[in-house]
């Protein structure tokens, strides 16, 4: 990798890792110490990743690739908290940083993320290596997965602003999710623009309100 695509990504993670660290604290001003079963929450979000993939035999089942990509999405998300909470953010970026696209079938798939899962459920534990696998043989890469990470991350921080942790949010907006909203947006929107998040909640305050009508 070039130096300037190098210096690119570390700028893309910093931004990540501060916006994680951010919405954390959202959540609890003293994450860090909390015990949150991070590790707990990327097993599950790896199971919801594969229903949205399809993986059942007995009948006809088609990829909705956008959710899969925000559930990968999420489980970085609590990866993410996971290496900044033990300090191992920085022993990650090899792993990420050669993460590229790469042709593989759908089975190959649905075993990197099994991987990842049992890697999570046995050590208790986040790799970044069993991740940058699953996005290659997906395929995403790090562009999209940052692309992705700062759209959802807002939406997260929308949601925690709405209710979320009271319990009075409300996820379908016009009889869609909020995560269908979000897609849409994006793809509206450079999220490469340093004013991308506060354009991105602000679409987001538009739908919410609308759908209250």
């Keep these: 990798m070039n130096t300037n695509r190098s210096v690119a990504r570390r700028t893309m993670l910093a931004t990540m890792a501060r916006m994680q660290d951010e919405h ?6 003293d994450w860090r110490n909390q015990g949150f079963h991070y590790y707990r929450a990327i097993w599950v979000e790896c199971a919801e990743l594969l229903d949205h993939f399809g993986w ?3 009948k006809h089942q088609q990829p909705d690739l956008p959710q899969v990509k925000l559930e990968l999405v999420d ?5 993410l908290s996971i290496l900044l909470r033990t300090d191992e953010l920085n022993d990650a970026l090899v792993d990420l940083f050669v993460t590229e696209r790469s042709a593989a079938e759908p089975e190959d798939f649905r075993l990197a993320v099994e991987r990842l899962a049992e890697g999570t459920l046995q050590g208790r534990n986040f790799s970044a290596a069993d991740f940058a696998a699953a996005m290659a043989a997906l395929p995403m890469d790090f562009d999209e997965l940052y692309r992705l990470y700062v759209g959802k991350n807002v939406l997260n921080h929308f949601r925690q602003d709405n209710g979320y942790k009271q319990g009075t949010y409300r996820k379908l907006w016009q009889g869609r ?3 269908e ?3 849409e947006v994006l793809a509206e929107l ?3 623009r340093p004013d991308a998040p506060e354009q991105l909640y602000t679409a987001l305050v538009h739908r919410y309100a609308a759908g209250e009508r």
């Design 75 to 79: 489980i970085w998300h609590f990866g």
């Design 177 to 179: 999710e909020d995560n």
């Design 56 to 58: 059942k035999w007995w």
């Design 24 to 29: 954390n604290r959202q959540v609890h001003p």
């Design 190 to 192: 450079d999220a490469s």
């Design 181 to 183: 909203h979000l897609i």
